[in-house]
């Protein structure tokens, strides 16, 4: 897949210089101004491919700096406390059962991880915006009994679509692909490790 993207990519460079030059050719005969024509060709056959790019990284960058973390509403020490003995006696879930869920047309889907009798851990995935392939994926730690939220986890990635009609997905864009902030890696790992805490004993 990579090299057909490559190919095409080159392809797509040898038809732009083509028709640069068939700008450059008509405005000189033309007697109108080559320098406007053939950097308006140009510009047109930059944008075919590349108009979201410059969008999408702003974006990505914006919600990264604004959103993006992870928060700790109550530890499990506090936890323990209001709640003595109970996280001891929590079991695993076997099998990892979880639930399934889709809202906005496939704009949102949410999974729900049954870890044991007293804890879920629910992931939605949304669309940012209709037009840019931008995803926020938010990760909490949620209380059965009480509904309360112990921990909350948000990224962002680009390239990709929830629903593939918000907008650019696939390997041919491959230079909007981004994984997820550049500053939250640590703190994604740190996240799973402190949920886990709240999992219960494997039995």
């Known amino acids: 897949m990579g090299f057909v993207v490559f190919v095409a990519l080159g ?41 979201d790019w410059i969008p999408t990284v702003a974006m990505h ?15 499990p020490e506090q936890w323990k406390q209001e709640n003595p003995g109970v996280l001891e006696a929590l079991v695993v879930n076997k099998g990892w059962p979880s639930r399934h869920e889709e809202r906005e047309g496939g704009h949102t889907k949410i999974d729900t991880a049954l870890l044991n009798e007293r804890f879920n851990i629910v992931v939605m995935q949304q669309d940012v915006t209709s037009f840019l392939s931008i995803i926020r994926r938010k990760e ?23 629903a593939h009609s918000a907008g650019p997905s696939g390997p041919m864009k491959f230079w909007l692909h981004n994984g997820e902030c550049g500053k939250t890696p640590d703190v994604a790992i740190s996240s799973r490790k402190w949920m886990n805490q709240f999992r219960g004993a494997e039995k």
């Open 61 to 75: 960058r914006y919600y990264c700096e604004t959103e993006a973390g992870f928060w700790i509403y109550k530890t």
């Open 11 to 51: 392809l797509y460079l040898l038809i732009s210089i083509g028709v640069v030059k068939g700008a450059l050719v008509y405005a000189r005969k033309s007697g109108k101004s080559a320098i406007r024509w053939g950097f308006g060709a140009a510009l047109v056959m930059y944008l075919i491919p590349f108009w």
């Open 140 to 162: 909490e730690l949620l209380d059965l009994r009480t509904n309360e939220i112990l921990a909350s986890y948000v990224d962002f990635s680009t390239g990709h679509t929830v």
